[in-house]
């Protein structure tokens, strides 16, 4: 019984995180930001949110 009231706390505290993620506006600007660059991959877009924040939308060469 005691590993199944350890396993319970675990689990309230992993789905109170991932509320607090989902609902955070820090999560709703990535997902903004990562939707102007869908054509980038997943790591080049790490990279371009944390050197320039205020970024949206690719350009591309003339």
């Known amino acids: 019984m005691k ?3 350890a396993l319970e706390e675990v689990k309230n505290q992993l789905e109170r995180g991932i509320h ?3 609902t955070s506006a820090a ?3 990535w997902l903004k930001f990562i939707a102007s660059f869908h054509s980038y991959s997943f790591n080049n877009t ?3 949110f ?3 924040t205020g970024s949206y939308g ?3 060469l003339s």
């Open 3 to 5: 590993n199944h009231s």
């Open 46 to 48: 790490i990279l371009i």
């Open 27 to 29: 999560f709703h600007d």
């Open 50 to 52: 944390f050197q320039k």
């Open 58 to 60: 690719g350009q591309g």
């Open 20 to 22: 607090e993620v989902m």
